[in-house]
């Protein structure tokens, strides 16, 4: 049994290895044809596109991409096995099929972990750089259920962004003196930024303060408009704001204040998940002899989930009372099926 079990175990690691060694370098090739001009423009030389490329991977794919590695891994790894008759002989020396996949399913517990790591490290910190501008005096934080930007002597706070529409929710605005002194504050619950970057600020309430009197009373203002010119396009990061660059410990602060949630936190367990159903799908290759049938319904499986999954992000989005645990119930669906096959499989 040691040997069946290292056996699977390496194939499975190097299958997972390979799988997504090569992914990595087919999206890079595909970023680099689409946003050539993008990379000619921000950066410089080899370097330059390697820092993009090291950005731009983690920040855009490697959350959906591991777990679909890995449960790509699995499949080959079962389905090759299977139509070989591996599993075959096996059961012919009294050894069950689930017995000789446990392995496999440890492996990617352990990877659920790695993944976990992973996007809390290296994809947060790509994901946050994405929308710096690496500029001196400016950057994107969070703090008790919001986002806060500063850029110069001014400071922004957001609660939402929408970049689809270009508005902003919740928007406080702090201008100070030089010596850091607040001499004027803006405060709207809907801000629109027009085609010139300049934001719109609805049923506005402005505050001014004498820097020089700070126990003075402010002199309050009410305007059904304001506008303000904020920055170029390239300094609006605030617009791209959103709860996937937190960390878990700020996400749950953020939800602690605010009843939506923007990111799915289940994604690193959905390793686990995809192997388990990879593995009832593998071993019907015995009887089908067809790798490819048994890798499109693993497509058709992942693409429902999939649209599932952004379904119940549009929810959540909508600030329903119950959309929060929509991705965690499309997890436990998930491995719900995954478990009853699994169950299924014969000896």
């Not at 970023?31 to 090291?54: K, T």
Request: hydrophobic share 50%; with cysteine.
């Amino acid at each position: 049994m040691r040997t069946l079990s290292r056996y699977f175990l390496v194939s499975y690691l190097k299958l997972f290895v390979a799988i997504l060694f090569t992914s990595m370098v087919a999206i890079a090739i595909v970023e680099m044809l689409l946003n050539f001009d993008q990379i000619l423009d921000d950066h410089s030389g080899l370097s330059g596109v390697a820092r993009y490329l090291f950005l731009r991977l983690p920040a855009y794919y490697f959350r959906d991409l591991i777990p679909v590695t890995s449960f790509a891994a699995t499949l080959c790894c079962i389905g090759l096995a299977a139509r070989s008759r591996e599993f075959m002989a096996a059961k012919a020396g009294g050894i069950s099929p689930r017995t000789m996949v446990v392995p496999i399913l440890l492996a990617a517990t352990l990877l659920s972990g790695v993944a976990l790591i992973i996007n809390e490290t290296w994809v947060l910190a790509a994901s946050r750089a994405e929308i710096r501008t690496g500029d001196e005096g400016q950057g994107i934080s969070f703090r008790r259920g919001s986002f806060w930007y500063y850029r110069g002597d001014t400071i922004y706070n957001v609660q939402e962004a929408d970049p689809a529409s270009n508005t902003l929710h919740g928007v406080q605005v702090f201008e100070t003196t030089p010596a850091g002194r607040l001499r004027r504050s803006m405060q709207a619950e809907v801000v629109r930024v027009d085609e010139e970057h300049r934001w719109h600020l609805q049923d506005a309430t402005i505050r001014t303060f004498d820097p020089e009197q700070p126990t003075s009373a402010p002199a309050v203002e009410h305007l059904q408009e304001a506008i303000l010119a904020v920055a170029a396009e390239r300094d609006l990061m605030l617009l791209h704001a959103r709860a996937n660059t937190l960390s878990l410990i700020e996400l749950r602060e953020y939800i602690r204040t605010r009843s939506e949630d923007g990111r799915d936190m289940a994604d690193p367990i959905t390793v686990l998940a995809f192997s388990l159903i990879a593995i009832p799908l593998g071993l019907a290759v015995e009887r089908r002899q067809s790798l490819p049938a048994a890798a499109v319904i693993g497509i058709v499986i992942l693409g429902v989930f999939y649209t599932a999954r952004t379904t119940a992000s549009l929810l959540v989005n909508s600030s329903l009372p119950v959309s929060a645990f929509g991705p965690w119930f499309l997890l436990a669906t998930l491995f719900a099926f995954g478990t009853e096959r699994f169950f299924r499989m014969p000896d």
